[in-house]
């Protein structure tokens, strides 16, 4: 059975850098894509970034381009978040998906969720 798990969250002041973990087991991820969404209160999970499991491809939302950077090392996903604005102020999800995942922005193509963990970014 496919398992995400996300840690690393946390409270961090604005401009400051947090680094989140998501570790993938259950099965050969090789044809796999791993994804990051988050949540805040009252609005949409929204994509921030994602990564085929090659390493082949990633992608990023905007609002996080430049800012956010996807890795992998062996089963674990990182998101290495600089650079932190209130607004990045969520739950952060890990997702995965196997197969044809296109378009990689999409939480509906990803079968495989974590719990999620919260980060808070002060002002």
């Known amino acids: 059975q496919v398992q995400v798990v996300e840690s690393g969250g946390g409270l961090v002041q604005a401009g400051g850098s947090l680094r989140l973990s998501c570790a993938a087991s259950?099965?050969?991820?090789?044809?796999?894509?791993v994804g990051w969404f988050r949540q805040s209160p009252g609005k949409e999970r929204e994509f921030a970034a994602a990564?085929?499991?090659?390493?082949?491809y990633m992608d990023y939302a905007d609002s996080v381009k430049g800012r956010f950077t996807i890795s992998r090392d062996q089963n674990t996903v990182y998101l290495q978040m600089n650079s932190l604005k209130p607004e990045d102020t969520a739950v952060y999800y890990c997702?995965?998906?196997?197969?044809?995942?296109?378009?990689?922005?999409?939480?509906?193509?990803?079968?495989?969720w974590g719990q999620g963990t919260q980060v808070t970014v002060s002002s």
């Open positions: 997702a995965a998906g196997c197969g044809t995942i296109w378009p990689y922005s999409r939480a509906y193509k990803y079968p495989f």
């Open positions: 259950g099965r050969t991820f090789s044809s796999c894509v």
């Open positions: 990564v085929r499991w090659d390493g082949g």
